[in-house]
């Protein structure tokens, strides 16, 4: 698994869980994300069919980072509904390129769409946020010092 050579680099703070499986078709949640970004239409390569950070509303959507020493946490302002709800929250790591870290949430549950973790000095990560009405969001990347 992915998780498993960034094992010693991330540290899970709350409750996520490394790598859970997902709903869909019992793929990790890892492998659910990776494909969220990958993913094109049929036969036209290039053409994503969640291409970032063109939904509506980039102020509820757009990924926030707060850096305290190591911890990490990457929040949306997005209040959870049931047809309109952050689903997954990411971390790619940014020299690798693999997605290191994943949450899946669901409308209800959630007050605040939060993802937390430790990270070690030196680490260069990008948030990702999926909303399940307005697609993909890209965050900018940032350096744990």
């Known amino acids: ?5 960034f094992a010693t680099i991330l540290t899970v703070v709350g409750t996520v869980l490394p790598e859970p499986t997902a709903a869909r078709e019992g793929l990790p ?13 049929i036969g036209q390569v290039g053409k ?12 509820r959507h757009m ?3 707060t850096v305290n020493g190591n911890d990490v946490e990457i929040s949306v302002n997005h209040v959870q ?9 990411w971390l790619k790591d940014v020299g690798t390129n693999e997605v290191v870290l994943a949450k899946e949430l ?17 680490v260069e990560l990008r948030p990702y946020v999926f909303d399940k009405k ?12």
């Open 81 to 89: 509904k049931e047809d309109d709800y952050v689903q997954f929250m």
């Open 48 to 59: 994503p069919i969640y291409p970032p950070n063109v939904g509506e509303d980039p102020e």
């Open 29 to 41: 949640l890892l492998t659910v994300v990776e494909q969220l970004e990958s993913a094109n239409y």
């Open 106 to 122: 669901t409308g209800v549950v959630e007050e605040k769409p939060i993802l937390s973790a430790r990270v070690p000095s030196g």
């Open 1 to 5: 698994a992915v998780l498993s050579s």
């Open 134 to 145: 307005d697609g993909l969001w890209k965050g900018d990347p940032f350096k744990v010092k």
């Open 63 to 65: 990924p926030r980072v």
